[in-house]
């Protein structure tokens, strides 16, 4: 039914024995900010298990930096308020993997925790796993399969920044082909070599294939439990940076680094109770469980598309006809629409279609769940089907999601449903940031019309 790693508890109950058997003599400690950004230390073997439970510990303006690498200030921020106390990166030694590409090295996420030990509500693994827990309560487990797109060029990373990611050429592509049968030999071995370097992360991938945009890479992934599914992704996105520095090529999970080259993350998710899977009704697709889980993402996926599409750029996808929803629509079997639920299988799950690349996957996934808790409270039922193409709607068509990053701010913040599931203090957070990234962003000078210069140099490497 899903993915597991057995050896994920050999080293939670002894990472001294594992990391010497792996030969480490150093560990990255990775955690990850409602930014999307990674944050962390390199520590020494001796200093890493000396540190443990709690991890090490960084700095809490780590937590108030934007994708830009600014300090996001002028709302409330909680009880760390920029005055430099440590938060903890407390490491979860189930996720120990030594780097392929570096030998000697071994990697392990954590939460970002108080220096109390407490866990933080705006760390994103921490809030992914409050809607776990909660569901867990209720005897519920979750299954989850990513779909994630990147777009690769042909030049490398150095030689994008010197051309201020400007003029840039897909990798393998001069026109659109979705899916095409004979993909380009440079196309062909990035992805042969991101695969190479997932099967040695140990990271489980069932197909990747050429998309419509120009350049696009879409790779997919295997059922697995939530927590884990969200860390595998992490690891990919890394993965594909890796290769493609190895490759002298540079890759991006921006939205929009160019026109005609859109991203997005598409979220696989499947309710289960008793190993039962609890969409289906005696083994058939459809239930009340669904109904209530389809009725409350789509009236809130108005507020979650601030989670889903958190930076200017992400809202240059929310093109009418150009595949990315425009909608709080659903329908069953429908790629178009914002969430379909798919029952011809007989394993009845609901893709989640709205997030862009650039998202972060732990707070994407945990803004569905929230949705599907949300329902599962008020007994939301399901507004009418859509049938047909949704990506030909007419101009102004109602209902609609934001279209720009303040309007989805404020539809979070008027959420009185997923603000509960989700918290107050992280509904605050995330409001008060994505205002600050607009303001970067209107005062910077760019032109809203277009893909900026301001808009690469944020975000072409730092989402």
Known sequence: MSVRDPSRVERAADPAVWLEDHGIRSVQVLATTLQGTTVGKRLAVDEFLATLPAGPGLPDTVLHQSVGGDYAWGWELGPWQGELRDVKAWPDLATLTAMPDQPGVASVLADLRDDEGQPLPVCPRTVLKTQLARLGELGYTVQVAFELEGTVFEESFAEARACAHRGLHPLGASTKRLCGGHPPRPYVEYADALTDELDRLGVGWTSWVNEGGLGQL???????????????????????????????RSVSFMAMPAPRSPAGLHVHVSLWKDEENAFTTGGEPGSAVLDAWVGGIVSTMPAATSLMLPNPNSYRRLTPGHGAPTAPLWGRDNKTVALRVLTRSGAARLEHRLAGADANPYVVLAAVLAGGLAGMTAGTEPPPEFEG?????????????????????????????LRAQLGEQLVRYWVGSRRWEWYAFHTSGADPRSISDWELRRYFENV
């Open 218 to 248: 879409e790779i997919n992934f295997p059922p697995t439990e939530a927590l884990l599914g969200a860390d595998l992704l992490l690891r990919t996105r890394t993965a594909m940076r890796t290769v493609a520095e190895s490759l002298g």
């Open 389 to 417: 193409s949704a990506w030909g709607l007419p101009y102004g068509f109602e209902p609609h999601l934001p279209a720009t990053i303040a309007e989805a701010a404020r539809a979070l913040e008027a959420d009185e449903a």
